[in-house]
């Protein structure tokens, strides 16, 4: 059993992940705790469920990137992870650029979710953006966070198939289900030190492998088999 780590999750809206992050720290299924939540806007849902959790929750206004307001924000939110004892930051629907004081302190010890498979479709419309390219599989995507949106190094992806008749809300609930399930293996991982940034690559030491003639097709084949 690993030691608990503590996380501070950083978030804009609703937080559905945060739930997910908290109820599994609380039920013992992560070896985490959540010791601190902030958020860019004062009235994101988010804060209100870390507050019915006996979380700090914290607003703390973000100005636009490179400018004075900006490096407040970033001076700001390192100091109150650094005041919670953090040791992993888990952005959670976080729709700012975080800035490089965090980044820099946090070396391999930020993480994001995005909804699509990265690295197609990153920004804020992952989900609409999928389906008005017209793919028949998307997804979600954990990783460690750098400098620029959605690029940095891949921990876990979930794919799920895109349906007749799907919206992006209707996309985007499938896909929920599984970031809540793969944003919380990639922090067991981290809390039980296996994992290792190669570059670009993510090793998880010892971590089971899918068959490797496993595969998601979408829509279904059709066709009886005919080939070896």
């Given at each position: 059993m690993a030691d608990r780590i503590t996380l501070g999750v950083l978030v804009s809206g609703r937080g559905t992940n945060l739930q997910a992050i908290i109820d599994a720290c609380e039920q013992g299924t992560i070896d985490a705790k959540v010791a601190v939540?902030?958020?860019?806007?004062a009235d994101a849902y988010a804060l209100e469920r870390a507050r019915k959790h006996g979380i700090a929750a914290v607003h703390v206004p973000v100005g636009k990137y490179g400018t004075p307001a900006y490096e407040r924000a970033d001076a700001e939110q390192l100091r109150i992870l650094k005041e919670h004892g953090v040791q992993l930051v888990c952005m959670a629907g976080?729709?700012?650029?975080?800035?490089?004081?965090?980044l820099d302190a946090y070396p391999g010890a930020v993480m994001n979710i995005h909804p699509a498979l990265l690295p197609s479709f990153p920004g804020a419309h992952g989900q609409p953006d999928a389906l008005a390219y017209g793919v028949k599989i998307s997804g979600c995507t954990v990783h460690f966070a750098d400098a620029e949106f959605d690029q940095g190094p891949i921990i876990i992806q979930a794919a799920v198939p895109v349906v007749e008749g799907d919206d992006a809300d209707t996309l985007a609930a499938r896909i929920l289900q599984q970031e809540h399930k793969i944003y919380l293996q990639a922090i067991q991982w981290f809390a039980e030190g296996r994992l290792r940034i190669e570059g670009r690559h993510v090793r998880v030491l010892d971590a089971e492998q899918p068959p490797a003639g496993q595969a998601i097709i979408s829509p279904p084949l059709q066709i009886e088999e005919r080939w070896p």
């Open positions: 939540v902030i958020s860019d806007k976080y729709m700012r650029k975080l800035g490089p004081r965090v």
